[in-house]
């Protein structure tokens, strides 16, 4: 089991960067691949991005791809989202997720932090 908390939110101007973090519990860290997952209001939880157990494949939306990056220090237990280029449209609250295998999907991933707010002003 593995246990994730979200931080690195918050409020900024369209074009501007955030880093995202996700720190995880737990010996076996580095046995799961992490997704961010994002949720606007009043829409379905979308795939961001996510990364393997190892770091070495990573998988893109691909409207984020070329603006976003997620990469993995498993001797810190920790997940990062670098988000530069950002618009209105990425505000959403931003979730992290684990799984023992790579999945696209929001709804397969079986572990879930508590969530991180970004918000974009145009």
């Known amino acids: 089991q593995v246990q994730l908390v979200e931080s690195g939110g918050g409020l900024v101007q369209a074009g501007g960067s955030l880093r995202l973090s996700c720190a995880a519990s737990?010996?076996?860290?580095?046995?799961?691949?992490i997704g961010w997952i994002r949720q606007a209001p009043g829409k379905e939880r979308e795939f961001v991005a996510t990364?393997?157990?190892?770091?070495?494949?990573?998988y893109y939306a691909d409207s984020v791809k070329g603006r976003f990056t997620i990469s993995r220090d498993n001797a810190k237990n920790t997940v990062y989202l670098q988000m530069n280029s950002l618009k209105a449209e990425d505000t959403a609250l931003y979730y992290c997720?684990?799984?023992?295998?790579?999945?696209?999907?929001?709804?397969?991933?079986?572990?879930w932090g508590q969530g991180t707010q970004v918000t974009v002003s145009s």
């Open positions: 990364i393997s157990g190892s770091g070495r494949s990573t």
């Open positions: 737990g010996r076996t860290f580095s046995r799961y691949a």
């Open positions: 997720a684990a799984k023992v295998v790579v999945t696209t999907t929001p709804k397969e991933y079986d572990y």
